[in-house]
């Protein structure tokens, strides 16, 4: 039996995509949260962010090395104050 391709203008289909925005909003603020030297923290959440956004392995690996330089300088918002 072939799979059949979900109609995106279902109801349901619109009512799946509203969870996963709140699940993909709920999972970045939990990452936010988390402050830079708690890295392994962060590094469990990259996994789910990544299938959510469906990043590229390179896309994946720039935002590792990203993560590791911006908790080396003192968090994401240091640059404003913020920290």
């Known amino acids: 039996v072939a799979l059949e391709e979900p109609d995106p203008a279902s109801p349901r289909a619109a009512a799946r995509d509203t969870v996963d ?6 999972v970045l ?3 936010l949260e988390i402050p830079p030297v708690e890295q392994d923290k962060r590094e469990r959440l990259l996994p789910v962010i ?3 956004l469906q990043f590229s392995p390179d896309e994946l690996k720039r935002i590792r090395t990203s993560a590791v330089v911006t908790a ?3 968090g994401w918002f240091s640059g404003f104050g913020f920290n």
Do not use: I, P, Q, R
């Open 21 to 26: 925005l709140l699940y993909l909003k709920n």
């Open 29 to 31: 603020v939990k990452y």
């Open 50 to 52: 990544s299938m959510l």
């Open 72 to 74: 080396d300088a003192g």
